[in-house]
């Protein structure tokens, strides 16, 4: 009793895990004898991970605020260092000097107010969809929202299962520092928001589920007006 024979063996990469869709969806994968390395059965499976790498990644910062502080810090110095850089490109290389050196100056003795006044927090709410078209079962489509904004972790909604006109009133929040080169990059950057039926992903169809696609310009954002649609 409890003893058993090992008759095949398959193996399956986890690299996909990663991706902003961390799933694994195998179809007739193979399953090789330990005797003959022969293909003896085949099997379906379906990996997924409860929350993607993403989120995890996101909790991780939630549970640690100093951890997020100093991860915040060090991604807005390299956003001034980036700019610089490019600024100093159409500088005579004097007049670039002396414009690094008082940046450089006038961020060290910042005193603790400026630097509060300099990190701002975007929102973003996904409030609901509505006119959806059926899935293939006839029924309404188990339906999220995936987007990915200005080099921040992709973000998805939880999906609401069989319908047409999904409320999903989700929150999502973005640290940022709201400086002269941010500014620059938010009016010239827009969002991609994707919605995704989650039967059609299951399905393994060849759109993988994908409704529809919508860009929204973030310039507004750079003068201090909220999007709204």
């Known amino acids: 009793l409890g003893e058993y024979t090992l008759l095949a063996r398959c193996a399956v990469p986890l690299a996909a895990l990663v991706k902003s869709t961390p799933k694994i969806i195998g179809v007739s994968f193979p399953f090789f004898s330990v005797k003959t390395n022969q293909v003896i059965a085949h099997l379906n499976f379906d990996i997924r991970l409860a929350l993607p790498v993403s989120e995890l990644y996101n909790l991780f910062l939630e549970r640690h605020p100093i951890e997020r502080r100093h991860i915040e810090e060090i991604s807005a110095r390299r956003v001034i260092e980036a700019a610089t850089a490019q600024e100093e490109i159409s500088l005579p290389r004097e007049a670039a000097a002396l414009a690094a050196a008082n940046e450089l100056t ?70 940022m520092i709201t400086n002269d080169q941010q500014l620059r990059l938010l009016q010239r950057s827009k969002i991609h928001i994707s919605l995704i039926d989650l039967k059609g992903e299951e399905l393994n169809l060849e759109n993988e589920g994908l409704i529809g696609e919508v860009e929204v310009a973030l310039s507004d954002l750079a003068d201090g007006t909220t999007i709204s649609d």
């Open 106 to 175: 006038s961020l060290t003795t910042a005193n603790a107010e400026e630097e509060v006044r300099l990190y701002n927090e975007l929102e973003l709410v996904i409030h609901k969809v509505s006119g959806l078209p059926l899935s293939a079962d006839g029924k309404g489509p188990s339906s999220f929202v995936h987007f990915q904004l200005l080099g921040h972790p992709d973000k998805f909604t939880n999906p609401v299962p069989d319908n047409t006109s999904p409320q999903f009133n989700e929150k999502f929040s973005f640290p």
